[in-house]
């Protein structure tokens, strides 16, 4: 700002886990499958010195809970058993201690226990897990069993959502039926709720809870301000246990403007950067210095690297002689005849490195330019951006520019807005002309903070906006205050010292980056983006990304892992927060990303670790970012020097088929299989369903190929027990292989009991 003539921290809770158990560090067998309550490893582990390992066993198609005492035998060769811990690892990763490091040099173990698993769920993968702590005696688990008993039926339900989609034009609202079936053991009370919702978009229930077996409508009901896209909403059923459905929402005709919260972070690095301009070229960056030129390189290259159209206008007249160029940028799109310009002043004084008076002002309009850039959104009106010379010489630099201007181009310039000193420690909270139209989206952002902002007397004609208003262009503008004091009364609407200058460090050397405070540049920048969007922007594209993986494929010997790249980039709208997994490994083999969430625009490593055990061949492996919408990529894997695989496999696991729901999927993965599919492949289905004809059953190849199975025949038939011959011969074996059931009519449901496939029969 030009001088005035002379006549004025955090609580942690530490969480002990009972047990805790190393990772397995031996070659781990496939999970032996059982259906029932009970069943048995007979594949033998090594029991190397000092190590752990694992045997498997995975129990499915138990409807009752694990009783109270259920029982373990366990058959263990080794010559020294006081060395062995032994547990039960139940699904969830609770640890039973079975055996710990008694019975000294005694040989071997051969024993039943009995363990109280009762508060476990039956269904899922259990471990014995077995750890050598010694040297000097090797052995092996030779087998193991286990039985859950006969406790009572555990609860539990499954949810979906009739139909799965929708598209609803922004301002309207969608439904669906939220459908609920009780499973096993007694119908229990489920609450509903939805998240992943859009911004401007409510979800309601009726009724908002439900007991398993009925239905609940869900309506969500959108304003027209929510952003066009698609959003996967996540409708949650909670009981005694949670389950999960999704509904893709699909809004048109939306786009309302959506308004960036500028990071204060990424201004106060531009302030970081005229600090150091500063220090190295003689402590100020006065509009004659070589610490000013510097300035204008700075902001122009980060400009021009952006995409705006950017020009350096020599003051020719009326500048102190030796001063640098007004810096220019202009955003393409929008009404050329409607121009809406922000503008501040770059230069600073010679007493000191001007980070408040004005690199605040500078910064922060720079990075709402590259916030605009960023997001690109689709423009109404023209916006241009100016970044002023030799403003503390007399506002020489904005009075050339305007000077030069044509009539014409005068009339195009809607209004003006300045930012002068928006970061003043001590500051209050000023809008120049605050009552007038152009100042109307200024004051209203302020306004919705409860900050009561004032008139900026001290200010007027003091700053480059007088330049613009003495041309007869509407002008505005935010300013915190300079050597003027704040009242009492300001004091205590805004808070500060009452009695001391706005800004302390007022054309002083200690107009440093210390002299920011934070909370008014955070209020100032977010008011000057509203101000912008609100006067420019007809639409924001909804935030989007893209994922993809480099290498994009590579080869591990079993047994060692391999890493890659996942590569992240913003493509339209703000940058989000992402979460990373993958899907499609084989058995025995693990992901981990590091870290396993990133902002777009950010890296992940990917690392994929394999056993010994894991079966030679090649895997497309799926790595799936999810944030406000979800990308893919995919990771081909190969494997070598491992086991051998299978052309043929078993899914026995029950799914639910609801009533005229949406489709179900059961998977078989086919692994190392060396030859091509048959034209006579055989699919072997068991369903449980009191009117067959209400069903299609498909076969769905890697590739989404889908081969019909059964179409709606049979009429009332109960059940489907059938092998079907298909001709897969045109596929690739390996990969997963699904069948697709849906129930396309009202009044009956089922169950895929279980199917089988083999490729080369």
């Given amino acids: 700002m030009r001088r005035r003539p002379l006549l004025s921290a955090a609580l942690a809770t530490l969480v002990a886990v009972a047990m805790v158990v190393p990772a397995a560090a031996a070659s781990q067998p496939p999970a032996n499958l059982a259906a029932g309550c009970s069943g048995t490893s007979d594949t033998d582990v090594a029991i190397g010195d000092n190590t752990t390992v694992e045997s498997p066993i995975t129990i499915s198609e138990c409807a009752s809970a694990p009783s109270a005492t259920s029982t373990v035998p366990v058959k263990i060769v080794h010559t020294y058993i006081g060395d062995l811990a032994v547990s039960l690892i139940a699904p969830d990763g609770s640890a039973y201690t079975l055996h710990n490091h008694t019975g000294g040099s005694a040989d071997n173990i051969?024993?039943?226990?009995?363990?109280?698993?009762?508060?476990?769920?039956?269904?899922?993968?259990?471990?014995?897990?077995?750890?050598?702590?010694?040297?000097?005696?090797?052995?092996?688990?030779?087998?193991?069993?286990?039985?859950?008993?006969?406790?009572?039926?555990?609860?539990?339900?499954?949810?979906?959502?009739?139909?799965?989609?929708?598209?609803?034009?922004?301002?309207?609202?969608?439904?669906?039926?939220?459908?609920?079936?009780?499973?096993?053991?007694?119908?229990?009370?489920?609450?509903?709720?939805?998240?992943?919702?859009?911004?401007?978009?409510?979800?309601?229930?009726?009724?908002?809870?439900?007991?398993?077996?009925?239905?609940?409508?869900?309506?969500?009901?959108?304003?027209?301000?929510?952003?066009?896209?698609?959003?996967?909403?996540?409708?949650?059923?909670?009981?005694?246990?949670?389950?999960?459905?999704?509904?893709?929402?699909?809004?048109?005709?939306?786009?309302?403007?959506?308004?960036?919260?500028?990071?204060?972070?990424?201004?106060?690095?531009?302030?970081?950067?005229?600090?150091?301009?500063?220090?190295?070229?003689?402590?100020?960056?006065?509009?004659?210095?070589?610490?000013?030129?510097?300035?204008?390189?700075?902001?122009?290259?980060?400009?021009?690297?952006?995409?705006?159209?950017?020009?350096?206008?020599?003051?020719?007249?009326?500048?102190?002689?030796?001063?640098?160029?007004?810096?220019?940028?202009?955003?393409?799109?929008?009404?050329?005849?409607?121009?809406?310009?922000?503008?501040?002043?770059?230069?600073?004084?010679?007493?000191?490195?001007?980070?408040?008076?004005?690199?605040?002002?500078?910064?922060?309009?720079?990075?709402?330019a590259l916030v605009l850039a960023r997001t690109n959104p689709t423009m109404l009106n023209k916006v241009r951006f100016g970044w002023w010379t030799d403003e503390e010489q007399g506002l020489n630099g904005s009075r050339f520019y305007v000077s030069q201007l044509p009539a014409a181009e005068r009339t195009k310039i809607k209004t003006y807005h300045n930012f002068d000193m928006i970061g003043s420690v001590n500051g209050g909270y000023f809008i120049n002309n605050i009552t007038a139209a152009q100042s109307t989206h200024m004051k209203a952002y302020w306004d919705s903070l409860g900050l009561q902002p004032e008139e900026n007397t001290e200010g007027r004609n003091r700053s480059d906006d007088a330049s613009f208003t003495n041309a007869s262009i509407p002008a505005s503008g935010y300013a915190m205050g300079a050597s003027a004091r704040k009242t009492a009364a300001q004091a205590t609407k805004w808070g500060g010292t009452s009695g001391g200058a706005f800004d302390p460090c007022y054309h002083q050397s200690c107009d440093t980056t210390a002299n920011i405070s934070d909370t008014h540049l955070n209020r100032a920048v977010d008011g000057i983006a509203y101000t912008l969007w609100k006067s420019a922007v007809t639409s924001t594209p909804s935030a989007d990304f893209s994922v993809a993986?480099?290498?994009?494929?590579?080869?591990?010997?079993?047994?060692?892992?391999?890493?890659?790249?996942?590569?992240?980039?913003?493509?339209?709208?703000?940058?989000?927060?992402?979460?990373?997994?993958?899907?499609?490994?084989?058995?025995?083999?693990?992901?981990?990303?590091?870290?396993?969430?990133?902002?777009?625009?950010?890296?992940?490593?990917?690392?994929?670790?394999?056993?010994?055990?894991?079966?030679?061949?090649?895997?497309?492996?799926?790595?799936?970012?999810?944030?406000?919408?979800?990308?893919?990529?995919?990771?081909?894997?190969?494997?070598?020097?491992?086991?051998?695989g299978s052309c043929n496999g078993t899914n026995p696991n029950d799914v639910a088929i609801p009533d005229a729901g949406a489709a179900v999927d059961s998977d078989v993965v086919i692994n190392g299989c060396p030859t091509a599919p048959s034209n006579r492949a055989a699919v072997a289905v068991k369903i449980v369903h009191p009117y067959i004809g209400d069903l299609t059953v498909a076969l769905i190849a890697p590739d989404g190929t889908a081969y019909t199975l059964h179409n709606r025949t049979g009429g009332s038939t109960d059940n489907i027990d059938t092998t079907y011959t298909v001709d897969v011969s045109s596929e690739t074996a390996n990969g997963t292989w699904k069948l697709r059931v849906q129930d396309v009519a009202q009044a009956d449901v089922g169950t895929l009991d279980t199917w089988s496939l083999n490729l080369t029969p």
């Fill in 549 to 644: 993986v480099s290498p994009a494929s590579g080869s591990v010997a079993a047994g060692s892992s391999v890493n890659t790249t996942v590569q992240t980039q913003t493509v339209t709208g703000q940058p989000q927060t992402v979460q990373l997994s993958a899907s499609g490994l084989p058995s025995g083999a693990t992901a981990s990303f590091n870290p396993a969430s990133v902002t777009t625009g950010s890296n992940s490593t990917l690392t994929i670790s394999t056993t010994a055990s894991v079966i030679n061949g090649t895997y497309p492996v799926t790595i799936t970012a999810t944030g406000a919408v979800t990308h893919t990529a995919t990771y081909t894997l190969t494997v070598t020097g491992g086991g051998t």
């Fill in 110 to 368: 051969d024993q039943t226990y009995t363990v109280n698993l009762s508060s476990e769920t039956s269904n899922g993968t259990w471990k014995l897990r077995v750890n050598d702590n010694a040297a000097n005696d090797v052995g092996r688990i030779d087998s193991w069993s286990l039985n859950l008993g006969t406790g009572t039926p555990a609860n539990d339900f499954s949810v979906a959502v009739s139909p799965t989609s929708g598209s609803v034009a922004a301002g309207s609202s969608a439904t669906t039926t939220v459908q609920t079936q009780t499973t096993s053991g007694q119908a229990q009370t489920v609450q509903l709720t939805a998240s992943g919702l859009p911004a401007g978009a409510t979800a309601s229930f009726n009724p908002a809870s439900v007991t398993t077996g009925s239905n609940s409508t869900l309506t969500i009901s959108t304003t027209s301000s929510v952003a066009a896209g698609t959003y996967p909403v996540t409708v949650r059923a909670a009981g005694a246990t949670a389950k999960t459905a999704t509904y893709t929402l699909t809004v048109t005709t939306g786009g309302g403007v959506q308004i960036p919260d500028i990071d204060i972070a990424a201004v106060k690095q531009h302030l970081a950067a005229f600090g150091t301009i500063a220090s190295q070229n003689g402590g100020n960056r006065r509009s004659t210095t070589a610490g000013y030129r510097a300035s204008v390189t700075y902001v122009k290259d980060k400009l021009t690297a952006a995409g705006f159209t950017v020009t350096e206008q020599p003051c020719t007249s009326g500048c102190t002689s030796g001063a640098g160029p007004n810096v220019i940028a202009e955003w393409p799109g929008g009404n050329a005849n409607n121009v809406y310009m922000f503008g501040s002043h770059l230069d600073g004084v010679s007493a000191g490195p001007g980070i408040n008076d004005n690199g605040s002002g500078s910064g922060a309009l720079l990075e709402t």
